[in-house]
Each structure stands twice: as C-alpha cells, then as structure tokens.
C-alpha cells in the first residue's frame, strides 16, 4: 500500500466527478463556489490596483526643491488633495526676501486651488487643479509643469496692490491640456469666477504630477493671477513655500519664517511619503480580509449544499472502506480545485476591473490611471485563494464526518 | 436463544455473529432528561456461523431484520449486545476508522441500488477500493478490466453508469465489490431493481463468485434464494430457521 498511490487517486476521483458535474450540467453550486470565489478576488484585485496607485503617489515638488514650508497641521503631501486649511500669509515678500539670500537658488509660493476653466474653442468647461507660483525665468518645474514659459516675477502683484500687468500666461500639464481640448495660443475662461479676466495657454508642459489618481490636469499661472480669480488677495495666502538650495545652513531662517511651520526636507518628505501610505494599507488589508471572508463564506455554503446533495457518494465510499481522512482528503481536494478555479477566474477578472476603473477615471475624472497592476496582485491572490479554501474546507469536512452510512444508504 | 447452524465446512468461520441484539433509539431526544426513549428491537439474540465456499440467503419479510444483519456482518455497524467477528476480529469497540479498514481488506458489498459514483467510468468505478488500498494507476486499470471482463462488460469499461443498463449497473457493483478479493461477499437485495431475466445473471455471478469466499444474500425472492447452499429465516428480529 502506498500512500502516494491512494493521493494521487482520490485526487483523481476529485476531478474526476467535479468534471462529471459540470457536464451532466449539474453543478450549478459548484459553478455558484467559483463565482463566489471569482468575486471576491476580482474585487480584491481591482481594489489592490487602486491601493498600489494611491501607495506609488507622488507627493508635489520641484526638481530642485530641498526645502518645503508648510503650515503645522498640513504635510507637504496632504496638499494636493486638500486646498483648504491653515495656510501662510505675506508669501510675495518672505520668497523676495529669500530669494536675496546667496544661499538659495530660488523659492517660490505655491497657491493651489481647484478652478473651472473654460475653453471657448473647443466649448469644454473641466476643474482643473491651477497652482499659482512666482516664477523666475529659469525652467523649473512645479507639480511636474515647467514654469520657464511664464514671465519671470509676478507683474500683476506690483507690490501687494494686484493692478499690476495681466499676463493671462498660463502652462498647462498635458493632461489638463486634453481634458480641455486646448492648444497653445487658445484662450481660456473662468466661467464660475466673478471675473472677465481671461488666461490664454503660453506653452503645454510634457512633464506630469502623479498621484494615486495618475497625472493629474495641472496648470500653473502668477500667484497673484490667480489669487485675483479665486478672490484670495486678503493676506497675500499660499499653501507651501517651495525653497531650492544647496545649503542646508539655510534651514534655521526658513524655520524662523513663521512661527507655526513646518520645515520639511527631502529626507524628511521621504518619511512622510511613508507615513502616508497607511491609506492604501489600509485599503490594501480591507480589500484582503472582504475577499477573504466573501470567498470562505461562499464556498464553504455551497460546498456545504453540494455535499448534502451528493453525500450518498460519501456514503458509499465510506461502505467499501474509505477512512474519514480519504473521505475528507477528497472534499478538502474539491474545495482547492474549486477555489483555484475561481482564483483563476477572478484575477482575469480583476485586471479587467483595473482596466475599466482607469477607464472610467479617464472619461469622468480625467485622470489616467487610478489602479495598477503588480504582479504581487496575482501572488496575494493565490494566498487569499488559499486560505478561503482552507477556511472553508472545515465545514464541508465537518458534514463529511456527520454522514451516517446506514441513513443514506440503509 | 437461536442456536448458530453449524457450518458446513471445514474451514472457520470468516464471520460469526454470537447472540446479536441490535436495537435502534426511536424519536428524537426527548425534553425531560429522566424520560427514557423508546427503543425498537430489530434483532434480537441471533447466532451464526458463515464459512468460506458458502452462498447463504437471508430471507424473511419485511421489517424481519435482513438489513440489519447483512449491515452487521458487513461491519457497518456494531450490535447494542452480543458479539460480530469478521475475518477473526470482533467489531465491538473498533472505532469507525478499524472497521472501514475491515470492510476494505475483508468485505464486499453490492447495493440494490448499485449506488455507482455517476461521474466517473464503469472501470474507475471498479478500481474505487484499489484507491483507498493505494494501489498504482496501471495495476488498477489492470484489475478493475479484468474483473469488469469476468462479469461480461469487457465493452463497457469506459462507459459511464448512466449509460449502462440496470443489470450491467448491477454487474459493475458486483465486480466492484470483488477487486480487493474479500473473503466475505454481502448483497443486499441484489435483484430488486431488475427483471427476471437480468436477475438470474446476476446470481450467476454471485454464486461463480461464491466459489472461494462466503457470498450472503438479503432477498425476499425465493427464485434467488432456491440457488443458495443455505437460508437464515428471520421473524421479527429472531432467527427462526438456518440450514
């Protein structure tokens, strides 16, 4: 005798009769297990995607920016997404006034408002996420746009009077630029502001900023342009100040600035980054234990139905001498195979997911890619396959054990 | 007390059932724990002997006991008093996992109702005990073809048993029940589900099958009863006669 041998044989019998089922067409709570277990992992799939895109955001910065100050309750990434709460005044000064010191290459305020701009060319209204900067003529990039088309400084400012010269110029990211259908030299509108200024587009940025969104539609105009359309001139506001130096003698007078910041460094953002990827790990985790539970529940009730219905099989392998471990060998197999099957199917469907929500994310969000795919998916997957399939082997082993040969069969 | 017929062989009996009761708890449990369950008596004190070589039908009508005799010298039960020796061991106190081991490496059975696995093939079918024996792949093949070509299916081994007739349904059970080789055969009511024609092949088979083990026969048909060596007569869960 060989226990190989009788294994690999009752493995046989497991597939053997699960194939049997599915063409007789009798295994619709065979088929309900795999869509079960099909459900669950896609959606643990889809939302995985959607974790590892908001886990691999960027947090908004410049090439050359060693410094970020924000105000105390914000972090330097927190801001992208939220364009209210405390934020710094008098940012035209404290960056002119940096920008004398020898040490640093460059600052510059950064407003950041959600604005719906309107190009008249192409009739096509969107909110567009606008950053106000004070640029220095050089080709910096702020959220992934070059400002280097803009004219250097802040004409319209004129020393906090804002009558200053319009220049309209704005840079938009190309996504932005898509999503209005807007070209260089077309003309834009703010048709929710109470203004008849008018922005025209100097130059459409190839650079992107990505968040877990993917790139974002960006524009980037004179902070005090767009401080006039939004009505922020009060307190001359903006959220960060974004600070290029090779100096880090430099942090102690950017701590002073205001009395309650942050200075946060590029080492220090890096912490941060991590520090904010407790979202996506919680989305992550969420994802795992709803699969989890969804699939164990699904398959363990229908196994649990498909074994009533067939346990005079049980019954009769137990009368010519199969051992309860035989016995439980083959439901615990069939469950594996079902569940496999299901995993299979539910990662297939799982891309799918991720391929309609960045679908759907570009045609209503505008956005390119909210989820994405990591082969570490299809590896969770098979983990989450294989704990469902052992947690929900318990109670068809259970019935298994309940069988009475001589009521079956009697 | 019935006493045991004696056997008519030489050899020792491969099963031996001494002053078998077998009664059975009647309704669910009851709400008051000091009321005692009504019990009903399906076999009461029965003795016998059944040797090698022997074909022995078990008659009686129904609600006699036939059922639960056949299910205690078959080891898939154990009796509430007296004793069952299989193969020279007693199945009192076996737990449920030494007497499967029993059934397997001692007992076959055939069912009226064949009770095939549909899924798989009249062949696989046959080789199901060789699995649980861990017998390899070929070996099984091997056995399961030349036993299905003993009971005349040598052109059914891939069929499946819906596509089989009642009686090679039946045939298949019994060639089933005959890979391992067990030195007891045990068949409940095996022509029940068949015509009179189909029947008689069937109890041909049995009976060339009895030729080196003890084939035992639950049947209320005299026709299959006329061909065995021996008939225990049961009445109400006694023995009423043996020989």
Known sequence: MDSRHRYIGLLGIAVGRLVG??????????????????????????????????????????????????PEDRTASSIAVSVDGPQLGGTHDITAELNTNPQIDYATPVLLRVVQLRAPASDTSEYIIVAGVVPDGGDREVLGVSTGALTPGDPFYANGTYDGRWTGEIVASEPAAELLSAEVG????????????????????????????????????????????????????????????????????????????????????????????????????????????????????????????????????????????????????????????????????????????????????????????????????????????????????????????????? | MAQAAQPPSDQPPVVTCRDVTRQYIRGSKSKFANQPRPTVTALDSVSVDICPGEFVGIAGPSGSGKSTLLHLLAGLDTPTDGDVTLAGTSTIGLSEQRRARLRLEHVGIVFQHFYLLPSISARANVALPLVEYGIGRSTRREKATALLDQVGLEDRT??????????????????????????????????????????????????????????????????????????????????????
């Open chain 1, 21 to 70: 089922r599915f063409r007789r067409g009798e295994g619709k709570q065979l088929a309900v297990s795999v869509l079960g277990v099909a459900i669950a992992i896609m959606l643990m799939v889809t939302v995985g995607g959607v974790a590892l895109g908001l886990a691999s955001q960027s947090a908004i910065q410049g090439d050359n920016v060693d410094y970020w100050i924000v």
């Open chain 1, 186 to 410: 077309d003309s834009l509108t703010m048709p929710r502001q109470d203004s008849n200024r008018s922005l025209h587009v100097e130059n459409i940025s190839t650079g992107s900023y990505n968040t877990g969104a993917g790139p974002l539609p960006i524009v980037v105009l004179h902070q005090s342009e767009l401080q006039a359309i939004t009505g922020a001139t009060d307190g001359d506001p903006a959220d960060q100040i974004l600070v290029s130096t090779k100096s880090s003698d430099v942090r102690p007078e950017l701590e002073s600035l205001y009395p309650q910041s942050t200075v946060v460094s590029k080492g220090g953002f890096a912490e941060q980054s991590v520090s904010t990827s407790s979202l996506p790990v919680a989305v992550a985790l969420t994802a795992v234990l709803t699969a989890v539970v969804v699939g164990t529940l699904f398959v363990a009730t229908m196994m649990g139905l498909e074994l009533h219905a067939d346990r005079q099989r049980l019954a009769v392998l137990s009368a010519i001498g199969y051992r309860m471990r035989s016995q439980a060998f083959l439901v615990v197999a069939e469950t594996f195979i079902l569940t496999g099957i299901g995993t299979f199917v539910g990662v297939g469907l799982g891309l799918t997911g991720i391929a309609a929500t960045n679908a759907l994310a570009t045609r209503y969000l505008g956005v390119q890619s909210v989820a994405i795919f990591d082969p570490v998916l299809v590896l969770t997957a098979g983990a989450v396959a294989v704990v469902i399939a052992a947690a929900a082997s318990i109670y068809p082993v259970w019935l298994t054990r309940r069988t009475d040969v001589l009521e079956v069969l009697g």
């Open chain 2, 158 to 243: 891939t069929h499946k048993p819906g596509e089989l007739s009642g009686g090679e349904q039946q045939r298949v059970a019994i060639a089933r029940a005959l890979v391992t080789d067990p030195e007891v055969l045990i068949a409940d009511e095996p022509t029940g589900e068949l015509d009179t024609e189909t029947g008689e092949q069937i109890i041909n088979a049995l009976s060339a099958s009895s030729s080196d083990r003890a084939v035992v026969v639950a049947s209320h048909d005299e026709r299959v009863l006329e061909r065995t060596d021996r008939v225990i007569r049961l009445h109400d869960g006694r023995l009423v006669s043996d020989g």
